[in-house]
């Protein structure tokens, strides 16, 4: 060896290739020879293949070509010489030699019709492992591939070489700027047949645009895609790459790269979209473009836009969000630009959508197959297909409850891309003022996510409001102004219009004002705009006009006051008092009411002296007698209290004010004045309203007498019995609030009952001056001989109040008497129920009542809104057929009364909310529930009200639903219960789902089965109908958590379960399936995808609908900081799923195009995992 060593040190290539001639010779003769030579066969085959990879490139290629002769002659297996230089591929430092050998065992076991199984990862193909190690050597390959390809058949490509394009195109890692690239790609190029096509566009799924310089190269290579396939005039490829050009050209505008080599080529494909409804997904694409390119590209971009509306048949929702981007140049002038285009452009549009709109245009829906399929890698594209398809089944009768199901917290990826479609929605003809303002609403909702385009919002609704002349329409877009004003731009064109409609009616001016107010409560640096409004004298119009205008500024200065006093307040006082001073007549009580509350408001923000202020006012309206200005004076002198002091001027003002509402409560004829007097009245202390108390109702005995300011007790009893009707509540009120300060100062020992004594037969051991006395002996000591006048049942009321203490002992065997009385029903059953934890004669009295009740339901119903203190000390045995018939009762009557039932499941639900009523109550009513919801209609609307009881049963009650398949309605049952617990429950929601889902039998997902036998048919569909019921019933805990950490954790667990079962060898298929449902469904609503389908049921019954929308799914979900850090998990489950046999095919497939949406993240490329996840071809072009 050592001598053929030397002698290869030549240079000459003759004389080496005949120095491994002659080896290959010795070879072949050792071949024939005895068994004792095959050791030195075997040393001269390694010594062959050491030389394949000698640093000596003419050594490498010749001993190369000398081993793949030993092979072609059968000498030598091909297998085994490829195991052994795969595995020195790591530790080599040449490649040529070893690049020429291994292509030309590939190429000869294709030859032979052997399977070719090598692929990106594993098993790794050979070249794909030498360029890992030694990029370098793409060249080399390349040139062996195209010897191959001439001299063989060009389908090699496809079938021998397609891993090597993945990793040359595919690899986050390159920077793509290699030029033997191009050399790849136009190989690729020279066939234009299906399979070649497919592996073009397989390449172009995997190729990563987030980087600019990768996206200038990957432009280019789809741009010299595209002037091929024009020149072959193959219209289903052009028009697919039109379309996915036009998807990255917004990408290529945001990363600052020059897109005008699309936009040229794009104008060449328009004759082969004249007739397809792709031209209307590239107008939508090209509207979000419009926005954000540079005017230096501006004008092609028109230009072929203009093209695209006179070749090709574009759509009414096309056309709107075209405009909506032409109003963004349009509102800003600017020389820079020719703006002839822009305004023939919506010149056009105007003209084509009153053709679409008079019928005589209409839209064609038939797509480009192989766009549907391109969608799932491109985000935009995938919302601008699913969008056009939706436009043209979303009528104006369907529009608001397409609207209705767009949530709050909608996903942000979502809503930056829906929002250019929603203001285009905004211009058509067809919608009304209803769905407007429903539209409206939801596009200021996701400006104040979005800021950036609050612009477009204020475009198209100026726009709208140029072109309609309904006036109620035109106060639904003004009132969007107040927010757009977040944007800087927008100011001038929000004030410039608000300003020129300042001259007209003055209904309009006051709305105006109510617009700048709102602007000023958004953005208080606007004040000065406001201001000018507050203090512009109008001339020469009417009274009546006047006293509206200064209305509308009152109402503004008093919320002025509320909301900023400390930056106004001083300023304000003189408009306030002018309006005082200026409205004294009768007809200006409205404003000088309101100024009335704003002065109010300022004392309480300390701006004003209470004191001083009320000194000038109560000279003004002590003698006024228009009801609502006093009603407001009432309110404002009721805050004395608030700033009491320890001084002479306050006691002063104190007594004065509490003065002037007695007057007012004793005097006024107007009911509204008095109840506002009493109400001020019940602010200040007992002893401040009793020493100014009237004579009248005074009472004084040589027993009582007048201490401290405090009256008799009896007084407040004349009070009640000489006020009007229509006052007592009030008085009552005022009362409650009395003694609930009372009952708040009473030490414990006043609680007290002696062992074995009998509870106090009145409250005579209360103060003399007690209103609890006075009221309590007057109701006990008139039960015989009283009459059930106003007075009477106001006590009985203000006792029937709850209180924050219970009222002291008391033997109440009295309301027996009283509670046969229908007026005095209710009073009585609430007084007993707030006693009867401290009180014997309160719960005997209780029980009776529970025991004797019959299923009347006003009587019902005063013991259930009781219900929470009843469980607290009723007996069980006492309230279970109580509840039980009631309840029952209650759903009999549903259809008559909804009412009756409502409050009663109400009623249960808060009882069971509580924590301090007592176990076995809690267990009695969780019993009966159990009971009811078993034998309850389940198609009746109360069953869903009653099932968000269920929310409240403990874990042990929940089971006693337990699952039975002999019928739907049971199983029904079983999901339904533990689905009102996860929406209702207050944690743990996704907890109660996992009690479904660890139902073993549950069959694969959606069920398209149909040569079957009769049982076996049945069998499935009863299967296919649990299914669709469970994920129907999954779907309302998803949406209405989507943001909850907790369904992160869910669908991670249900991932889990997955891999276990995969583990388990696909034991549980049918589960297994299930659970793939399951989750596709749940990354769906998860992240509002649903809203791209007109009816959001279809979903879950069509797989393929479904399947359609995964892909986008999971790319809205990471993006949002809930899902961000778990995507390696992703992607790695998204791999095992896609290659998973015991799924189905479908399933396969849409993972894998999951993985190829998911291209761009980060951990997509990390420790070079990509190279797995790209592990095959998909079927792009069948």
Known sequence: MNEIEERLASDNPAYICT????????????????????????????????????????????????????????????????????????ATESYSGLCYLLNEMLVIKMVQNEGIYYNLWSPQHPLVSVMNQH??????????????????????????????????????????????LYKYWNLLLKETDNEHMNLMFNIVSWMQFHNSNRLLIIIDFLLQCLEVHIIDKSTYIVEALAVFLSSLLHDVIKLGLNPISIIRSLQKTLNFLMHSSSSNLIVLLISSSLIDCPVNYLTDLLILCEMLLKSADINELSLRCLQISLFNWMVFKSDLLEMKYIKRMIIRIEK??????????????????????????????????????????????????????????????????????????ILFKSLNENAINELLQLLIHLVKKHNCYSTLLLTAVLYKLSCTKNPEMHFILLKTFPHLIICKENVPFIFHTLESLRSSTIPVRTFIMKLHFDIWNLDPKYYINLQNLLTEKIHKISLDEDLEVNVVKSKILREICIKRPELYGGELVSFLSEVLNKYRHKNGSLPSSLALEGISALCKAGIVDIFSTLKELFPKFRSDTRDRVLISFCNLVSTVPDYFEESERCV??????????????????????????????????????????????????????????????????????SSPEDTLDAIGTMLFRLIEIEIIEFRPRIYQVPEGGREPDTYNYLSVYSPLRAITNYVKLNVQKMKLNAAYLQCLRVLSLEYKKPLPPLDWCFLQELVHYKQAKFFCICIASHQVRSSGSARRFMENIVVALTTNEHECLDVFQNLRFLCDSIQPAILRPFIKNALTYSLKLYDEDEHFFNTINTCLKSTLSRHDIHEANRATISDVLVYVIKNADQKSPSFESILKTTAELSKNYVSKFNLD????????LFVKVRIAKALYSKENHFSWLNEIFNVEDYTQGYIGIFIMTYNIMNKLLYAYREQIVILQEV????????????????????????????????STEKRLNFLCSTIVISFIFLTDQDILILNPLEIIKDSNMALTLFPSSVYGAVKTNLWQEYVPQLLEWLYNMSNCKFIMFSYQTTFYQTLSALRHEKAFGRKLYWLKYMDRKMDIIS
Not at 135 to 153: D, G, H, L, P, R
Request: proline letters at 2%; charged letters at 20%.
């Open 19 to 90: 120095l491994f001639s002659k080896l290959v010779s010795v070879i072949e003769k050792k071949q024939d020879e005895v068994v004792t030579n095959e050791n030195r066969q075997l040393e001269l085959l390694q010594f062959l293949e050491r030389k394949c990879i000698d640093k000596n490139s003419l050594v490498a290629l010749t001993a190369a070509r000398a081993l793949l002769k030993l092979v072609q002659d059968g000498i030598v297996d091909k297998n085994k010489v490829l195991l052994d230089l795969t595995s020195t591929i790591v």
């Open 135 to 180: 990029f370098k050597s793409s060249v080399e390959i390349f040139y062996n591939i195209e010897n191959t390809c001439v001299i063989n058949q060009r389908s090699y490509i496809t079938k021998l070489y397609w891993p090597i394009y993945y990793y040359l195109f595919c690899n986050p890692e390159s920077q793509l700027n290699t030029p033997i």
């Open 352 to 425: 084509i959508t009153e053709q679409i709109n008079n019928g005589t245009k209409k839209d064609n829906l038939t797509f480009n197959c192989l766009v549907k399929k391109l969608k799932s890698n491109q985000y935009n594209l995938h919302i601008a297909f699913e969008l056009y398809t939706l436009c043209n089944y979303l009528n104006a009768d369907v529009f608001i409850f397409w609207l209705a199901r767009f949530s709050s917290n909608m996903n942000e990826v979502l809503s930056k891309n829906l929002f250019i479609f929603l203001c285009g929605m």
């Open 652 to 721: 002063s003002l104190s007594q004065e004010v509490t003065t002037l509402l007695w007057e007012f409560a004793t005097q006024s004829g107007d009911k509204n004045v008095r109840r506002s007097a009493y109400e001020g009245l019940s602010n200040f202390k007992i002893e401040d309203i009793s020493d100014t108390m009237p004579e009248r109702y005074k009472i004084c005995t040589n027993d009582v007498l007048p201490a401290f300011g405090l009256v008799n007790c009896e007084c407040w009893i004349n009070i009640l019995k």
């Open 965 to 972: 398949r002999t019928s739907i309605w049971k199983f029904l």
């Open 1035 to 1066: 779907v309302k805990v998803i949406k209405k958590y989507k943001n909850d950490p907790s369904v992160r954790v869910w669908i991670l667990e249900l991932l889990g379960q997955t891999q276990a079962l995969i583990v388990d060898n696909g």
